[in-house]
């Protein structure tokens, strides 16, 4: 994740999301378990949820 503040790169906000992924997603593999499968869409869903509750825990302004 990049941020900009005031038009600027702000580089010691920048942060990297390890996507956990939601168990359950994908096809059942040979044992047993199901796999985690690639999906773009959950995996910015996932990072854009994870960077508003960190703004809500440290209680700073939310990215505009």
């Known amino acids: 994740m990049v941020v900009w503040e005031k038009g600027r790169m702000k580089k010691s906000d920048y942060r990297k999301f ?18 985690w ?3 773009d869409f959950a995996s910015m869903r996932e990072a854009v949820a994870r960077r508003i509750a960190g703004c809500r825990k440290r209680r700073k302004n939310f990215p505009g």
């Open 37 to 39: 499968q690639n999906d």
């Open 18 to 35: 390890i996507i956990r992924g939601e168990e359950g997603r994908g096809e059942e593999g040979s044992n047993g378990n199901v796999p």
